[in-house]
């Protein structure tokens, strides 16, 4: 049987098993067998009350033998539980593991991989396997297999927002190598941006201005970085005569008196770009294979291998903040904000936040609405097991109340289908919300990976993540609020309550946005 989440597979089995318990309390207290005696008295009340005597038998026992059987067929069917759901042949298939393009794959509960499998036990059902009715089983089934067919055939692509959340999360992991980066910044990148300014110094045309707010510049590597060195030993970098710097520290020694030190001074250049030694090459090593791999699948058409590790590398250095670029105060040129406040509260409330910060309120908009659709998002499988759950575990007060009826039976199985469906609804805004985010990565004249963190697109981010929230909250209200207008009292009423879980989550990223706010509200 196949479910929507990781949560859903726990979800099911304990609402099935509490649909078991109150069956069961149902059953042994007879109040299962109410029907039948609202049947035969309502089938010989009324035919008495507009028939002759001898009439009204024929009919009240014609009628008694149909609903009879039809009472007992419904209970065999969709009422009493006794088809066996296993704790581990509940399963979450998801389509593209890892967001490499690879075929879906299915785990079963308890071998999940998740904290759930800790927690969701077979002990915890006390060693008993949940039941369900053959009708809802197949119901179940059915639907999950819908889902699965719809989610399969959707397009299997990289995840961009999810891309852009890992990349926003990386950070420099080995301490050696972010203490280098400091010396960098300090001996090498610092004075470049002084020499820049100082010395008014003619920017390439060819180049965008934002090339110098990173110590990888490529300005700085062709110019200023060839001509100056490390102020001190390097690891990594063998002293060497042959180098000027080496050769001047050696001559400063009393003549090369003293021993030789280990490491020498490379150039500034030879010190970032060395291909084994390098910092480039070494920040390229920090980062997962996987990540860089959906670097590349997304940006493959439009950017070269070493403009994509760029775009990393500076992410991942804007992430570091303060801690790579402590001591660096250009303020006035209009770096300010990419260096010392790259890593404050509303960078990181904002997923794709880019290099630059662009116009102010459509940014600050951007910083308000990520938390908003970030908490909806991780909300929603939660919320739609919750109520499946709730579903099943008062369903049998629901099918007791309605007599049994094939109509109140058809009205559970819509509202289940319905609510198992948010699953492909939601893969599809997905979908949707990765190929809008397409859009944003060639909507400049900038290389792909640049656009899409680009401040020019901070306006067009600002309408997808309302678009996508809209759709997040509204599409499985409005898939419920279409099946009643064909008279599902369920649908409705299911409808209204997902709608009202839904705005919990958005409260909950409300709340981050206004710490966001107040982080980058002037004071």
């Not at 950070?171 to 090498?188: A, G, M, W, Y």
């Not at 062709?222 to 100056?228: G, P, V």
């Not at 070494?282 to 699948?297: A, D, H, I, M, Q």
Request: hydrophobic letters at 40%; glycine letters at 6%; charged letters at 20%.
């Amino acid at each position: 049987m196949s479910t929507g989440s990781f949560i859903e597979m726990f979800m099911t089995t304990f609402g099935w098993h509490l649909y078991e318990i109150v069956w069961s309390v149902i059953k042994s207290t007879g109040l299962a067998y109410l029907p039948f005696f609202a049947v035969i008295i309502d089938n010989i009340i009324r035919p008495i009350e507009s028939q002759e005597a001898k009439a009204a038998a024929v009919t009240s026992l014609r009628r008694l033998e149909i609903d009879i059987v039809r009472l007992i067929i419904m209970m065999m069917l969709a009422v009493s539980p006794y088809m066996p759901i296993q704790y581990g042949s509940v399963s979450f298939t998801k389509a593209c593991q890892g967001d490499t393009g690879t075929a879906a794959q299915s785990v079963n509960a308890g071998n999940s991989g998740t904290k759930f499998d800790e927690i969701f036990k077979p002990n915890l059902l006390n060693n008993q396997e949940a039941m369900a009715p053959p009708w809802f089983y197949i119901v179940m089934s059915v639907s999950g297999g819908i889902n699965d067919a719809v989610i399969t055939r959707l397009p299997c692509e990289i995840n961009m927002r999810q891309a852009a959340h890992e990349m926003s999360t990386i950070n420099i992991s080995d301490p050696h190598l972010k203490r280098d980066v400091q010396r960098f910044v300090t001996e090498c990148y610092t004075p470049a941006i002084a020499d820049f300014y100082n010395n008014r110094r003619e920017f390439p045309a060819d180049l965008e201005m934002n090339d110098i707010d990173w110590p990888g510049s490529k300005y700085f590597n062709d110019n200023f970085y060839r001509s100056e060195f490390a102020k001190s030993p390097t690891p990594g970098f063998a002293f060497d005569l042959s180098r000027e710097s080496d050769k001047a520290y050696y001559s400063e020694n009393q003549g090369g008196q003293q021993a030789r030190p280990e490491y020498g001074y490379p150039s500034c250049h030879d010190w970032w770009s060395e291909s084994n030694r390098g910092i480039r090459a070494r920040l390229v090593e920090e980062f997962p294979r996987g990540t860089l791999n959906k670097l590349s699948t997304l940006f493959a058409s439009s950017a070269t291998k070493q403009e994509q590790e760029d775009a990393a590398i500076r992410k991942m250095l804007a992430n570091e903040g303060s801690d790579v670029y402590k001591g660096l105060d250009i303020s006035g040129n209009g770096l300010e904000q990419n260096s010392s406040s790259s890593g404050d509260i509303a960078d990181a409330a904002y997923e794709m936040a880019g290099s630059i910060v662009g116009t102010a309120g459509a940014w600050i908009a951007e910083v308000l609405l990520a938390p908003v659709l970030f908490m909806v998002k991780q909300m929603a499988p939660y919320i739609q097991a919750t109520m499946l759950m709730a579903t099943y575990f008062l369903l049998p007060w629901v099918l007791l109340v309605g007599n049994y009826e094939w109509s109140t039976i058809k009205t559970a199985t819509v509202t289940i289908f319905a609510m198992k469906f948010w699953t492909s609804i939601w893969a599809v805004i997905d979908v949707l919300d990765n190929q809008l985010s397409k859009v944003l990565s060639s909507a400049t004249d900038k290389s792909a990976i640049s656009a899409f963190f680009s401040f020019e697109n901070q306006t067009m981010h600002a309408v997808i993540d309302l678009l996508i929230l809209a759709l997040y909250m509204g599409l499985p209200y409005y898939f419920l609020t279409i099946l009643g207008w064909s008279g599902e009292r369920g649908a409705t009423a299911a409808s209204a309550t997902s709608n009202d879980m839904t705005a919990e989550g958005k409260s909950a990223g409300s709340k981050g946005s206004s710490l966001a706010e107040n982080a980058v509200s002037p004071r």
